[in-house]
């Protein structure tokens, strides 16, 4: 079993930045490719960013590529997002995922493993 837990959302202005936290935990934790989604209330969850196992590969949604950047660090079974240039429509709660997508990263059906997510709250 793979364990997820999201920390870091909040509630900010227009414009500010915030860093999201993903632990992941368990056996071979390390070996999973980890996406962030959103999902805001009365909107099905969407994609946000993902990254490879080892961090080398990273790809982003459209409404956050510049804005947004994912990383990680394996010795501290860590996962990040961090978010600048905040926007209302970036509130929603976030989650972050592990999983092996054979198909595509953007997908939340293929990952296997989910946290519980962290809410993120942008003020106009």
């Known amino acids: 079993q793979v364990q997820l837990v999201e920390s870091g959302g909040g509630l900010v202005q227009t414009g500010d930045s915030l860093k999201l936290s993903c632990v992941v935990s368990?056996?071979?934790?390390?070996?999973?490719?980890v996406g962030w989604f959103r999902q805001a209330p009365g909107n099905e969850r969407e994609f946000v960013a993902a990254t490879t196992w080892d961090g080398t590969s990273t790809i982003y949604d459209n409404s956050v590529k510049g804005r947004f950047t994912i990383s990680r660090d394996n010795a501290k079974s860590t996962v990040y997002l961090q978010m600048n240039n905040l926007k209302p429509e970036d509130t929603a709660l976030y989650s972050c995922?592990?999983?092996?997508?054979?198909?595509?990263?953007?997908?939340?059906?293929?990952?296997?493993?989910w946290g519980q997510g962290t809410q993120v709250t942008v003020s106009s």
């Open positions: 368990g056996r071979t934790s390390t070996n999973y490719a």
């Open positions: 995922a592990a999983g092996s997508p054979r198909s595509s990263f953007r997908s939340p059906v293929e990952y296997g493993y």
